[in-house]
């Protein structure tokens, strides 16, 4: 599978963006799609996961309340729509895929198999 993240960009705090993430090759519903980000000096972060075949969701603390994820199946696209953004919201996004079923350790980046390139969000204070 080949993954391409886009749709990044600059906005004030406060505001709004959605990131997709596209699929092509394998059978996109089966797997299970999961964001993170990763800011200069910092750690990879576990952002959301999708899973559209059990419609399990996860987000990570520092997102939830704010940012959304939603899949099209037909179009083999998961968006991350991020709402009320804030200057720590400041990253490189990924997406990924994970195969198996269950949704534990989601957040651990090691657990997935495939990464796109990642798209830039920057939020000006």
């Known amino acids: 599978v080949q993954l391409q993240a886009s749709g990044g960009g600059l906005v004030q705090a406060g505001g709004s963006l959605r990131v997709s993430c596209a699929a092509s090759?394998?059978?996109?519903?089966?797997?299970?799609i999961g964001w993170f980000r990763q800011a200069p000096g910092k750690e990879r972060e576990g952002v959301g996961y999708?899973?559209?075949?059990?419609?399990?969701?996860f987000y990570g603390a520092a997102v939830k309340g704010r940012f959304n994820l939603f899949r099209d199946n037909a179009e083999n696209t998961v968006y991350l729509q991020m709402n009320n953004l804030k200057p720590e919201d400041t990253a490189v996004y990924y997406c990924?895929?994970?195969?198996?079923?269950?949704?534990?350790?989601?957040?651990?980046?090691?657990?997935?198999?495939?990464w796109g390139r990642g798209t830039q969000v920057t939020v000006s204070s």
């Open positions: 990924a895929r994970r195969l198996g079923s269950r949704g534990s350790s989601w957040y651990l980046p090691l657990t997935y198999d495939s």
């Open positions: 090759g394998d059978r996109f519903a089966d797997y299970a």
């Open positions: 999708l899973k559209s075949s059990t419609g399990m969701k």
